[in-house]
């Protein structure tokens, strides 16, 4: 069974960074991500990884502020913000796909608990 444990988020002031990480029971998927949902959204998908071939993918939002990474002997996937804004307020999940393909627009099958990012002054 998948176990993903998310950790790292907490309140920071605009223009702060975060680091988020979530340990993984595996890494052998055909893609790792991080998604978020703010109060009354849809989740979004913010960025992606591809664990045997290391491409990554952002979504635009996101696009040179955040970093994916992951670390496979560790077996941690990381995700680190910077240039916060107030938007960025979410719920932030670790989330792998099983199935072919990885990007942040794809239906990903498990989904960590997920932990508060909240960018505040």
């Known amino acids: 069974q998948v176990q993903l444990v998310e950790s790292g988020g907490g309140s920071v002031q605009p223009g702060g960074s975060l680091k988020l990480t979530c340990t993984a029971s595996?890494?052998?998927?055909?893609?790792m991500g991080w998604f978020r949902q703010a109060p009354g959204e849809e989740p979004e998908g913010v960025a992606a990884?591809?664990?045997?071939?290391?491409?990554?993918y952002y979504a635009a939002f996101v696009r040179g502020r955040f970093s994916i990474s992951l670390d496979k002997d560790k077996r941690t996937l990381s995700l680190q913000m910077n240039s916060l804004k107030p938007e960025d307020t979410a719920m932030y999940y670790c989330?792998?796909?099983?199935?072919?393909?990885?990007?942040?627009?794809?239906?990903?099958?498990?989904w960590g608990q997920g932990t508060q990012v909240t960018v505040s002054s």
């Open positions: 990884i591809n664990p045997r071939g290391g491409s990554s």
């Open positions: 989330a792998v796909r099983t199935r072919p393909g990885c990007s942040t627009s794809y239906d990903f099958q498990t």
């Open positions: 595996r890494t052998d998927y055909a893609c």
